[in-house]
C-alpha cells in the first residue's frame, strides 16, 4: 500500500513557467514533509521540507504548501529552468524513522 | 568530499551469487538507513542503525538480505543468493541524529542476470 500518493508522473513545463507537483497521504501521525530531486544516476537531494505546523514554506524559487486537512501538500517550482529537469520526489515521516517516499514526477522544462 | 559514498557504484551478478554494497556514510552521522529503488520508482526503506544497533529492519524484503554497521560508521548490506527481482539501485542515507535531514549517497546498481 502505497504511504505517500504523487501526481503526476510526469510533468513538461515551459521555461519560465510554474511546475506543480503534488501529493497526499493517509497517516496522520506523519509530522515531516521533504522534498528531494533527483538527477540521473545520483541520489536524491533534499530541496525543501516542511513540518505541519505551518501552512507554507518558501526557499526562493521552490515553495511547498500544505494542507493538514486535506492531507495533501505540494512542490511549486517558479520560473522554471532547463536545470530544474530531474526527478521529483515528495517523501514523509514520522518520529524521525523511515521516508514513505512518493512514486516520483519526471519534470522537462523546455527551454 | 564530505558527502555519503557508496560502492561499488556498478554490480553485475549471476543468479544465486552473494553480493556486499558498502555505505561511508557522513563522519559523525548517527543514523544510517538503507533503501532500494526500483526503476521508475521511489526509494523504499529497507533497514535503519543508529550507531552500531540495527533499530528496524522491517522494509529487508526477505533473509536473504542482511545489513550491518559493527562499528557505528561504515555499512554493508549483504544479498545472499541474488535473484533477478533483486535488481534495482540500493541507496545509503545519514543523518546526524535520529530527526534530522537525510543525506543520500549516489546509490550502487545492482543487475542480476
Known sequence: QQQVKQSPQSLIVQKGGISIINCAYENTAFDYFPWYQQFPGKGP??????????????????????????????????????????????????????????????LTVIP | GAGVSQSPRYKVAKRGQDVALRCDPISGHVSLFWYQQALGQGPEFLTYF????????????????????????????????????????YLCASSLEKFTEQFFGPGTRLTVL
Not at chain 1, 58 to 80: P, V
Open chain 1, 45 to 106: 537531494a533534499l530541496l525543501i521540507a516542511i513540518r505541519p505546523d505551518v501552512s507554507e514554506k518558501k526557499e526562493g524559487r521552490f515553495t511547498i504548501s500544505f494542507n493538514k486537512s486535506a492531507k495533501q501538500f505540494s512542490l511549486h517550482i517558479m520560473d522554471s529552468q532547463p536545470g530544474d529537469s530531474a526527478t521529483y520526489f515528495c517523501a514523509a515521516s514520522s518520529a524521525g524513522n523511515q521516508f514513505y517516499f512518493g512514486t516520483g514526477t519526471s
Open chain 2, 50 to 89: 543508529q550507531n552500531e544497533a540495527q533499530l528496524d529492519k522491517s522494509g529487508l524484503p526477505s533473509d536473504r538480505f542482511f545489513a550491518e554497521r559493527p562499528e557505528g560508521s561504515v555499512s554493508t548490506l549483504k544479498i545472499q543468493r541474488t535473484q533477478q527481482e533483486d535488481s534495482a539501485v
